[in-house]
């Protein structure tokens, strides 16, 4: 089982829109918004766009976003 760690923000957007399927919505200050339609109606989260997103953030990034954290760490 691969475990998340620290990423940035740029890094976690990338990975959120290139492998996952999300867009951004639009960007408030530091932070960008992440949106994407699935089945069950549409999904989104918020990333802050730091040099270093902490490990709970993250988690909490990839819970709003309804994403699996094995899933995501396989492209950090």
């Known amino acids: 089982m691969a475990k998340l760690r620290n990423v940035s923000g740029k890094e976690c957007v990338k990975i959120l829109c290139n492998k996952f399927g999300f867009l951004i ?3 408030s200050g ?6 994407k339609e ?3 109606g549409k999904v989104g989260t918020v990333v802050p766009m ?3 997103i902490k490990i709970g953030t993250l988690k909490g990034i990839l819970k709003l976003g309804k994403i699996e954290e094995e899933g995501f760490s396989k492209f950090i």
Do not use: Y
């Open 38 to 40: 699935t089945p069950e």
């Open 30 to 35: 530091s932070h960008v918004r992440l949106s």
């Open 50 to 52: 730091h040099e270093e």
């Open 25 to 27: 919505s639009g960007r």
